[in-house]
């Protein structure tokens, strides 16, 4: 089946950091999506990229759809203490299934 | 407000009693999702439903199950087969293929077997 790789696991990094977390899939895909969930929370969604070398901004946060349509990164520009929580990437492939390929997640810590 | 809402947002079951889930959304969405997070894990899926009446198993539906008798609603039940129930459960409702995809989660159930 198809299978997302997101690295890093983990982040440390002090207030006023910029961050990158980033996404490859095995297989190519046709959305790729970016949550963040804070503890105990449902993930909520903060980029959704349509398009092969899409570039989207939201605020702080900038992705893209990588040229491949098999990654995509996250970054994250001059990081504040409630960047903190845990983010997702997630793709949905070529296959017409509406499912949906959620990495393990990024685990974001902020030091202020 | 549209959204999408799960109840309740904590849950304690003794071993071997079923029990269900509450997923209800107001967004008009056709296809609907239940997921499940273990610690460290990433999400995975158990059932989803593209269409009233309809819903198919996703990778780990074992000892669970589904209905979706309306559009709105799309309830999970845990039942005594599932060998570990304790984890954190996601409802998600998206509007379909292609741009509108995006996937939109309740707040979470939080299950634990005592």
Request: one cysteine or more.
């Amino acid at each position: 089946g198809q299978q997302l790789n997101q690295s890093p696991q983990s982040m440390f990094i002090q207030e006023g950091e910029d961050v990158s977390m980033n996404c490859t899939s095995s297989s190519i895909f046709n959305t790729w999506l970016w949550y963040k969930q804070d503890p105990g929370e449902g993930p909520v969604l903060l980029i959704a990229l349509y398009k092969a070398g899409e570039l989207t901004s939201n605020g702080r946060l900038t992705a893209q759809f990588g040229i491949t349509r098999k990654d995509s990164f996250l970054n994250i520009s001059a990081s504040i203490p409630s960047d903190v929580g845990i983010y997702f990437c997630a793709g949905q492939g070529q296959g017409g299934s509406e499912k949906l390929v959620f990495g393990k997640g990024t685990k974001l810590t902020v030091n202020p | 407000d549209g959204g999408i809402t799960q109840s309740p947002k904590y849950l304690f079951r003794k071993e071997g009693q079923n029990v269900t889930l509450s997923c209800e959304q107001n967004l008009n969405h056709d296809a609907m999702y239940w997921y499940r997070q273990d610690p460290g894990q990433g999400l995975r899926l158990i059932y989803y439903s593209q269409i009233v009446n309809d819903f198919q198993k996703g990778d780990i539906a074992e000892g669970y199950s589904v209905s979706r008798e309306k559009k709105e609603s799309f309830p999970l039940t845990v039942t005594s087969a599932q060998k570990n129930p304790t984890a954190f459960y996601l409802c998600a409702s998206s509007k379909g293929r292609g741009p509108g995809t995006e996937a939109f989660f309740g707040q979470g159930t939080r299950l634990t077997v005592v």
